[in-house]
């Protein structure tokens, strides 16, 4: 060691300076303030300003009457509003490069949104009897998770992401609609069918039952309309031939489905990876998910997935529930 080290004394105090000074000065108060906020409290508690609001507590989700018939009512009323956006932006009167034939929509869609109008109202009617409230809004299940993503994906796209390029807007925005509107029709004649085993009144099946019946006819027509002689899927009318016996010599399935099918419709269009859709899609009783595509296609061509089911316990319209109309 120098000598110079050997010389200085050992007095703290000589070893600070201003700037030092400065900065115990601010940890001494800021202690000070840890130590005051600290001494009001109890010992192994935490200090709190103020109270927590308690969890709210909701009534138990009972599913009566009331309740799916309102559900009912909402549902109906989606497709109401789904369908008068439709037509309030001109979505329906254009043309189709997927279904050149389609032609103008809009007095079709206008009779079916009278159809789901008198429907809302019926099922209201209904769940009112009941001793339920009167449902008058959508069913915000079935709009935020189906219908609104529907529309976003068609008109404005989807922006880009960090992950993901920009989808640009939907490239045959009537075909979407075209199948929406398909897609909508079957599933308010299935939900009303989905009703049935739930209710055990009988004027209550009978009002679900024809409104249902009128939903399908709809779902019929608009699929005769995008497709048209398309009355099955082409599995189900090879299937559906007779089995020939000429010679000794049976015919088979197969002999069939490779020239003695259902002839082709020359104005039916072509197949795409938008499947097209049929009168008749399945045998009566199935409650089966409806496959909606739609929209342009993203960097690896996908386009917008959705599978349409009839009510369930997370899209019923509960007595807690609110509805948001307006």
């Not at 001109?90 to 490069?97: E, T, V, Y």
């Not at 099922?123 to 001793?131: D, I, L, S, V």
């Not at 089995?243 to 197949?271: F, L, Y």
């Amino acid at each position: 060691m120098s000598n110079e080290m050997n010389h200085t004394e050992s007095n703290p105090t000589s070893q600070i300076n201003r700037r030092g000074l400065f900065r115990i000065g601010g940890l001494t108060v800021a202690g000070a303030v840890v130590v005051a906020a600290c001494g009001k409290t109890e010992a192994g508690e935490l200090g709190s300003v103020g109270e927590g609001a308690t969890t709210p507590v909701l009534p138990d989700p009972i599913v009566d009457n009331g309740v799916l018939l309102r559900t009912m009512a909402g549902l109906e009323l989606s497709i109401v509003n789904a369908y008068e956006r439709m037509l309030e932006e001109g979505l329906l009167a254009g043309s189709s490069a997927a279904y050149p034939t389609l032609g103008d929509l809009t007095e079709l869609v206008t009779e079916f949104a009278a159809h789901h109008v008198l429907a809302a109202k019926s099922f209201n009617r209904m769940a009112t009897q009941h001793g339920a409230e009167a449902w008058n809004c959508g069913n915000t299940r079935l709009d935020s998770a189906y219908i609104f993503p529907v529309f976003d994906r068609v008109l404005l796209g989807v922006e880009a992401t960090d992950a993901a390029p920009k989808i640009e807007p939907s490239d045959d925005p009537l075909r979407d609609m075209a199948n929406l509107i398909h897609t909508l029709e079957s599933l308010s004649s299935e939900s009303c069918q989905a009703l049935m085993p739930q209710v055990t009144e009988a004027d209550v099946r009978a009002t679900a039952m024809q409104l249902g019946v009128r939903s399908a006819r709809h779902a019929a027509a608009i699929a005769l309309r995008i497709n048209p002689g398309g009355y099955v899927s082409a599995t189900d009318a090879v299937n559906a031939q007779p089995v020939v016996v000429a010679d000794a010599t049976t015919t088979t399935v197969q002999d069939i489905a490779a020239g003695g099918g259902t002839p082709a419709v020359s104005d039916a269009p072509k197949a795409t990876d938008v499947p097209l859709p049929v009168a008749v899609p399945t045998q009566y009783g199935s409650l089966s998910p409806i496959t909606y595509i739609g929209g342009r296609g993203d960097e690896n061509g996908v386009r917008l997935k959705l599978n349409f089911e009839s009510p369930s316990l997370n899209s019923l319209a509960y007595p807690f529930d609110v509805c948001a109309a307006g």
